[in-house]
């Protein structure tokens, strides 16, 4: 399963766009690139997924290049509800799912 | 969207006793859940692959006789902490993956706090 690496913390202000991005220089052909969120003392909460070039959903853009060496989370216009651990991972799901966590990043929102 | 539980929500029990989680997918079925651990300011580190009707597989450095898993059906599966000592206080985390081939998600429980005093 791909090592991932992420800062380990990021600083934004309401209203901003805030880009996380993830390194994981040895990721599988096989291996989604897939993002969660965890507030403190909950479970972690998908937030996209992606394989590879961009993706977009309701809360989130995830942006791959193409040798898939490393991704960007890109959260539009933050909100104090944002600060959390945001946890990118690589996800075989071939191989019955197994999702390692690496040390995340904890994005900090202020006013 | 698919829902998780976890039970208790937190719980306080006497070094030496054996505490039982339970983590239940409530809409959905899995044949493999997933157990993790998490300290204060730490990720989460997987303890275990749950699969129902066969033994539990451990990751390296896990006491299967101290951490029991007993996955008896397709929506639930329990973690016993067995003989629990301060140090196995914790956040302890379980999901589950949906058996739907076109659902490729992994739904996390809201966790379980355990204080061993």
């Known amino acids: 399963l791909a090592k991932t690496t992420q800062p380990i913390s990021m600083d934004s202000y309401e209203g901003q766009e805030v880009n996380i991005t993830c390194s994981h220089n040895n990721i599988a052909t096989n291996d989604y690139i897939t993002w969660y969120q965890q507030f403190p003392s909950q479970g972690p909460r998908f937030i996209i997924q992606?394989?590879?070039t961009k993706v977009t959903n309701e809360v989130a853009s995830l942006f791959i290049p193409a040798d898939r060496k490393s991704s960007t989370l890109s959260l539009p216009r933050v909100s104090l509800s944002d600060t959390a651990v945001y946890y990118c991972?690589?996800?075989?799901?071939?191989?019955?799912?197994?999702?390692?966590f690496g040390q995340g990043t904890e994005l900090s929102v202020k006013p | 969207g698919a829902v998780v539980s976890q039970h208790p929500s937190w719980v306080i029990c006497k070094s030496g006793t054996s505490v039982k989680i339970e983590c239940r997918s409530l809409?959905?079925?899995?044949?493999?859940m997933f157990w993790y651990r998490q300290f204060p300011k730490q990720s989460l580190m997987l303890m275990a692959t749950?699969?129902?009707?066969?033994?539990?597989?451990?990751e390296q450095g896990v006491e299967k006789d101290k951490f029991l898993i007993n996955h008896a059906s397709l929506t639930l599966s329990t973690l016993t902490v067995t003989s629990a000592h301060p140090e196995d206080s914790s956040f302890y985390i379980c999901s589950a993956r949906d058996d739907s081939p076109e659902f490729y998600e992994q739904y996390f429980g809201p966790g379980t706090r355990l204080t061993v005093t």
């Open positions: 991972l690589g996800a075989n799901y071939n191989q019955g799912g197994k999702l390692i």
């Open positions: 809409d959905f079925q899995a044949t493999t």
């Open positions: 749950s699969n129902e009707g066969s033994k539990a597989t451990y």
């Open positions: 992606g394989y590879k």
